[in-house]
């Protein structure tokens, strides 16, 4: 057999290495889809050898689930951070505002309509991929305001019987027209940050008119 040659770095170049494929093969992806995407590129892209690529992800169908879980857990994570944990004393109305623009701002964006698009052209051939977008996405966003709802539950300042269903309706209430209208429409019509934030408030106000004790 073959030796492949090892290629030269230091500590810790494995690990750039791998992000240098994952950086990479986002970009191919993204501007080729998935068929029109072949490890050669992906490794000329990256600057390492093919076998290297293969050393980290054993096939091109590991590589785009490893693309899919890196963008969408990145996203549910910046949503996460910049809302910041519900705090006692905080006006709830305005928490739930602020968390639901910047959901829409952070998802709401060509590189993630992008990803979205040529995994839905996917699934059909690559469950896998519709399941690593949803788990890394809504279901991960869902659990999280799950929680929050939990909180305020049993704090009393909100009626919520289904922390659950609660926040699967109020990401939805939120995600659903935008989302949809960016993906079938294109890039193009993806509300202006005034429009995101109109939509933000007047889906909060709907949320809180069902959820809000009388």
């Given at each position: 057999?073959?030796?492949?040659?090892?290629?030269?770095g230091?500590?810790g170049?494995s690990?750039?290495k791998?992000?240098?494929?994952?950086g990479?093969?986002?970009v191919?992806?993204?501007?080729?889809g998935?068929?029109g995407?072949?490890m050669?590129?992906?490794a000329a892209l990256?600057?390492?050898?093919k076998?290297?690529?293969y050393?980290?992800?054993a096939n091109?169908e590991?590589?785009f689930?490893a693309?899919?879980?890196?963008?969408?857990?990145?996203?549910?994570?910046?949503?996460?951070d910049?809302?910041g944990?519900?705090r006692t004393?905080?006006?709830?109305?305005?928490?739930?505002?602020r968390y639901?623009?910047?959901?829409?701002s952070?998802?709401?964006?060509?590189?993630?309509?992008q990803l979205?698009?040529?995994v839905?052209g996917?699934v059909?051939r690559f469950p896998?991929l519709?399941?690593c977008?949803?788990?890394?996405?809504?279901?991960?966003?869902?659990a999280a305001?799950?929680k929050?709802?939990a909180k305020?539950?049993?704090r009393?300042?909100?009626?919520?019987?289904?922390p659950e269903l609660a926040?699967?309706?109020?990401n939805?209430?939120?995600?659903?027209e935008p989302?949809?209208?960016?993906m079938?429409l294109?890039?193009?019509?993806?509300?202006?940050?005034a429009?995101?934030?109109?939509h933000?408030d007047e889906?909060?106000?709907?949320f809180?008119?069902?959820?809000?004790?009388?």
């Amino acid at each position: 057999m073959r030796r492949v040659a090892r290629e030269p770095g230091g500590i810790g170049s494995s690990a750039k290495k791998r992000q240098a494929i994952l950086g990479a093969a986002a970009v191919a992806f993204l501007q080729n889809g998935y068929l029109g995407t072949n490890m050669d590129e992906v490794a000329a892209l990256a600057g390492v050898a093919k076998q290297t690529v293969y050393n980290n992800f054993a096939n091109k169908e590991m590589l785009f689930i490893a693309i899919v879980t890196q963008m969408t857990n990145a996203g549910s994570d910046a949503v996460r951070d910049a809302a910041g944990a519900w705090r006692t004393g905080t006006d709830i109305g305005e928490y739930l505002r602020r968390y639901a623009y910047r959901q829409l701002s952070i998802v709401l964006t060509p590189r993630l309509m992008q990803l979205r698009r040529v995994v839905i052209g996917e699934v059909s051939r690559f469950p896998q991929l519709g399941k690593c977008l949803y788990e890394g996405g809504p279901k991960r966003a869902m659990a999280a305001l799950a929680k929050v709802f939990a909180k305020l539950a049993e704090r009393g300042l909100l009626a919520i019987d289904d922390p659950e269903l609660a926040a699967s309706q109020f990401n939805w209430l939120i995600m659903s027209e935008p989302l949809n209208r960016a993906m079938l429409l294109g890039d193009g019509s993806i509300p202006n940050p005034a429009a995101l934030r109109r939509h933000a408030d007047e889906s909060v106000r709907t949320f809180l008119a069902a959820y809000t004790r009388k």
